[in-house]
């Protein structure tokens, strides 16, 4: 029988220590000179945490060695890393309290090395909610394709590789539909619902192959009670129906804040 224990990959262990010892501490200082809930708002607070949980859950519990051997547990890992963890931490907001965090003399030189034209330029066409879009669905459709996947079940890199993308993209893709005013957030809409139907196509395209696809990532399938071929259609369901539901609840949210916003005249149309 298999037994799945705690992963701590340093590749991930070391990462998600920091960000959260520099949030917390940044939070810390910002509330102890104005106040418990100024600046870093509450609700920002516990987005962060619950995203920071999340990830977490996805990268350092056994959910993470069981992706390893199963490939529905390893859709639902990254479901919960790209359309949990990422808007989470995305409607935190953290880059402030990252900065505080840090001495002041490297806040006020990272602060004034922000407005340079090789950082502004390409942040601006990364947060960008066309751009953000494309890219996260390249990184999606891509690491998809069965050769790619198969890959990172056998290849450790390669593994670190597909679940950075994943993150690093959502987090792009979710930055760029939140950043933006009330009044744009029907066009955000629009980018959340392009990205479930193109999720939602790729899953219902698992789900539903009448082949196997995955070999690698399905063969210990057995030892769970399911053949090769349930497993990556159970994987693919993952993310065509819940995955697709979260996403659908986002874009109706968007459009309920759109619609109640005062001025609804769009300040972009990219």
């Known amino acids: 029988m298999i037994e799945y224990e705690w992963s701590f990959d340093p590749f991930v262990a070391i990462p998600l220590a920091l960000s959260g010892g520099l949030y917390a501490t940044g939070v810390a200082r910002l509330w102890a000179r104005a106040g418990i809930g100024e600046s870093v708002k509450r609700w920002q607070a516990a987005c962060f945490a619950a995203g920071w949980l999340s990830l977490l859950a996805a990268l350092v519990t056994p959910l993470h060695e069981l992706g390893e051997h199963l490939f529905t547990a390893h859709m639902i890992e990254?479901?919960?890393?790209?359309?949990?963890?990422?808007?989470?931490?995305?409607?935190?907001?953290?880059?402030?309290a990252?900065?505080?965090?840090?001495?002041r003399t490297w806040r006020h030189w990272l602060s004034r090395r922000a407005g340079a034209r090789w950082i502004s330029m390409p942040w601006g066409w990364l947060t960008r909610p066309l751009d953000a879009t494309i890219l996260?669905?390249?990184?999606i459709?891509?690491?998809?394709?069965?050769?790619l996947f198969d890959a990172t079940v056998t290849n450790e890199t390669m593994h670190r590789l597909q679940h950075a993308s994943f993150l690093v993209t959502a987090l792009f893709f979710w930055w760029a539909i939140f950043r933006r005013a009330r009044r744009d957030y029907g066009l955000g809409a629009i980018h959340v619902a392009a990205t479930m139907?193109?999720?939602s196509i790729l899953g219902a395209l698992i789900a539903l192959s009448p082949g196997l696809l995955y070999v690698v990532q399905t063969?210990?399938?057995?030892?769970?009670?399911l053949t090769?071929?349930?497993d990556q259609q159970l994987g693919g369901l993952i993310m065509w129906v819940?995955?697709?539901?979260?996403?659908a609840a986002v874009a109706l949210v968007l459009v309920g804040l759109w619609i109640s916003a005062p001025n609804r005249r769009p300040s972009y149309a990219k």
């Open 78 to 96: 990254h479901e919960v890393l790209m359309a949990v963890a990422a808007p989470l931490l995305a409607l935190s907001r953290p880059i402030g």
């Open 98 to 103: 990252f900065l505080y965090a840090l001495p």
């Open 136 to 139: 996260h669905g390249a990184a």
């Open 141 to 147: 459709w891509i690491w998809h394709t069965p050769a």
């Open 197 to 199: 139907v193109h999720t």
């Open 219 to 225: 063969k210990d399938a057995p030892a769970f009670g």
């Open 228 to 230: 090769p071929l349930e």
């Open 242 to 247: 819940p995955a697709g539901t979260l996403y």
